[in-house]
């Protein structure tokens, strides 16, 4: 029996895949637990425009990304904190801190997106590497300066 998955099936293959299996697999497991449907033309049409539809969306947002990641090689921020001796930090500057300033820029990047090995404690320049994805990341360059 011939059957069109729905989910990705860890012995079977992957949603949108058309897959040959026994009845009784296909009836006794795959259709009740809606892991696949029977593969018709209608449903086979259907699954191949929703698969067109999601690769479209995905290319949009990477390319959405890739000019977010543009814009933000571009992109420096400055951020003020109070020192004390021997120009350190009161506090530090954090990925927290850094997210914030740049939603102040009308960039909204989310806090675990900012890439510190470790809190900044001293003024100064930095650059910091940001995560948008998997495959694209940006430099920003962060500056530190007296309040």
């Known amino acids: 029996m011939k059957v069109l998955l729905i989910q990705d099936v860890k012995s079977l293959g992957q949603a949108g895949d058309t ?13 009740p637990q809606k892991m696949a449907i029977l593969a018709t033309s209608a449903n086979i049409k259907n699954a191949e425009i929703k698969k067109s539809k999601i690769r479209h969306d995905e290319e949009k947002k990477k ?8 814009k933000l090689n571009h992109t420096s921020i400055t951020i003020k904190r109070q020192t ?4 350190k930090l009161f506090g530090s500057v954090t ?12 960039i909204p990047i989310n806090k675990k997106a900012v890439l510190l ?7 100064g320049v930095f ?14 360059k962060v500056w530190v300066v007296k309040e």
């Open 19 to 31: 897959k040959e299996v026994s009845g009784g697999y296909a009836r006794n497991f795959l259709i």
């Open 95 to 106: 990925n927290i801190d850094i997210a914030e300033a740049l939603q102040g820029e009308n």
């Open 127 to 140: 650059d910091t590497s940001i995560s948008l994805a998997s495959d694209i990341k940006a430099q920003i």
């Open 84 to 87: 004390g001796e021997n120009e």
């Open 117 to 123: 090995k470790e809190p900044i404690k001293t003024l």
């Open 63 to 70: 390319k959405d990304l890739l000019l977010l990641a543009e």
